[in-house]
Structure formats: C-alpha cells, structure tokens
C-alpha cells in the first residue's frame, strides 16, 4: 500500500533525476487497481508544477521502416547538442494475453546505455492508436525527471495512428524508399498530419529509389497543403543506418518549434491536447465504472443473453444499460 511519505519519496526521487524511481512511477501510472490509479492522481498532481518544459516529439511509421534504428541516431545526435533524451516505445499487446515484445532495449543498444538517455518500453494493451493509454501521463514524469526531449516511437502507421499526432508537439513520418505506388500504402490521414515527412535508408542500392520517394511524396504535398498554415511539411531523406542526413531533421525540428512558439500555435496545440485528453479520460473512466458496477453487472448479463438472440438491438441494449447506471 502506497502512503503519502511513500509518494512524496517518489516525487523527490523523479525530481532528482533518479531513473529507477522513474520506472516506478510509471509502473504505477499504468498500473488498472483502482488504488494504483488515485496514487497515481496524487503524483501527477505533485509533479505538474515541474511539467511542459521538454519539446514532445512523435516518430512513426510502417513496421520495417527502421524507427528504432532512427531513434537510437537522432536520440545520440540530440544528447551530443545538450539534450536529455527520454524514448517512449509502444509495442503491441496481444489481444489474448495483453503481453508485449518489449524489445526496443535490445534495437537501441548504444542509446539505452547512455547516461543522459531513458528508453521505456510500453505495451499498448489494446490502445487504439499506436500509443499506450498513460503515454500522455508518461511524458509528464519523464519531464519532471529532467528530459527534455520525449521521442514518442508508435506501433506503426494505421488508420487510428493518428492519436499519436494529439500527444505530440511535431509529428515525423518514416518511409521506406520505393516507387510511386508506395503512396498508396500510407494512410491520407497520417501524412496531412505529419510535420516532417523522412525517407529512410537513403543510401547504397536504395538512394536512387529514396530520391524518387521523396519527390513522390514532396508533389503529393503539394495537394494537402494550406498557405495559411504557419509551418508547411517537408520531405527530407536519411540513412540512421549510415548516421546521414540527421543534422538536417535536427534543424528543421529546430525551425518547426521556433515558428510555431513565435506564432503562438505551439501553445495552442498543447492547450486543446489537454482538454482532449481530459474527455477521453472522462470516457475511459466513465466506461471502467459502468463495467464494475455490481448493479449494472446484473444487468448486463441478462441483456446480453437477449442481444445474441437477436431479441433486442445494441443501440436500444447500451440505451437501458446507460439508463441503469446513471439512475
């Protein structure tokens, strides 16, 4: 049982910069016992005042496009300019077991070792959207504990990977070099709400594809784009295998976050990401209630026994289970 002393250890450990009470502190964040979860109240609210100062920075892209491979270059690349590096990896669970691979550890071997780095892998467990569902409380601890540059490393592209677009500061895109037909594969969604579009493994047999890939992609931006907007997205070519290229993303990440600040958009990104956030929870929660409410459970047994009879529909179902439980 954890006590307020026990919490305010935790605080003073995250505020030291201490990565073992870091780990601890999110393994009670994404902890689902109730208890768990209003300790884990307690110490975001402790820790808030010492949030918001890192730059948030999403990474996705398809399975085999080298995220992890990128990362472990840029993460390096960002720690030698002064930053402190935190890297949260979503990997997927599975949906009978709710277990994970959790193998970023082992693809970012040089970063993972490094001193001003932390890389904490987490499972989605059934997350829609690439992401876990505390990613979001995640990133505040990480802050609190002194990183300045959350990386956010999703799933890989899907039609719901876009969430991870609303955790995010700037959005980067990974692709893999290929042909024209290569559009076709990435989601419209995904690429209108990506900052910076990369080709990856821009070297060796590959350059001359990753050249065709980026003009692809660069005239396909030419469709989505609005002259209003502060920042427009561009396509830039690496090889995070060769470490080439990664000063380029480096300064143009530089340049998204300046513009942005100076137009004021950057803050009002963060804004109506925290009120998003407070709905999604509210539903989350609200869900988690219904479904251990003893009463409601009653009833939900015995609707449901009607539903597969095909004798009532869902909408009318959820209509009388809602009823029961907000009466």
């Known amino acids: 049982m954890i006590n307020s002393g026990k919490i305010s250890e935790i605080v003073t450990g995250i505020l030291k910069n201490d990565r ?28 808030l005042p010492h949030t918001g100062n ?17 990362i472990e270059s840029f993460g390096l690349r960002l720690i030698e300019s002064g930053h402190r590096v935190a890297v949260l990896a979503i990997d997927p669970s599975s949906p009978k077991t709710g277990g994970s691979i959790l193998g970023d550890k082992t693809r970012m071997e040089k970063l993972s070792k490094h001193k001003d780095s932390f890389i904490r892998p ?7 959207g690439g992401v876990s569902r505390r990613t979001r409380e995640t990133i505040l601890l990480a802050e609190a504990s002194g990183f300045d540059i959350i990386l956010i490393e999703t799933v890989g592209v899907g039609q719901s990977e876009t969430t991870v677009a609303m955790l995010t500061d700037i959005f980067l ?15 419209k969604g995904i690429v209108e709400l990506s900052d910076l579009i990369i080709v990856n493994k821009a070297d060796g047999d590959l350059l001359q594809a990753a050249n065709r890939t980026a003009v692809d992609y660069a005239n396909a931006l030419q469709f989505l784009r609005n002259e209003k907007d502060t920042w427009q997205p561009l396509v830039l070519k690496c090889s995070a295998l060769k470490d080439r290229g990664i000063p380029s993303i480096l300064k143009a ?19 109506e990401q925290a009120v998003a956030a407070m709905w999604e929870e509210i539903s989350e929660r609200l869900n988690e209630n219904l479904r251990s409410n003893n009463k409601v459970k009653k009833i939900i047994n015995n609707i449901q026994v009607d539903l597969r009879k095909g004798m009532i529909s869902p909408s009318i179902a959820a209509n009388q289970i809602l009823k029961s439980f907000l009466n």
């Open 20 to 47: 073992k009470t870091l780990a601890q502190a999110i393994t009670l964040i994404e902890s689902t016992r109730v208890d768990d979860r209003k300790n884990a109240d307690k110490l975001l609210s402790k820790l």
């Open 122 to 128: 987490s499972p989605t467990q059934g997350k829609l």
């Open 173 to 187: 895109l990974l692709i893999s070099p290929a042909g024209g037909d290569d559009l076709q594969g990435i989601k």
């Open 253 to 271: 990440v530089n340049n998204f976050c300046k513009q942005t600040q100076r137009s004021g958009l950057f803050q009002t990104r963060r804004s």
């Open 54 to 70: 890192s730059i948030r920075i999403g990474i996705s892209g398809v399975p085999g496009v080298g995220k992890s491979t990128f």
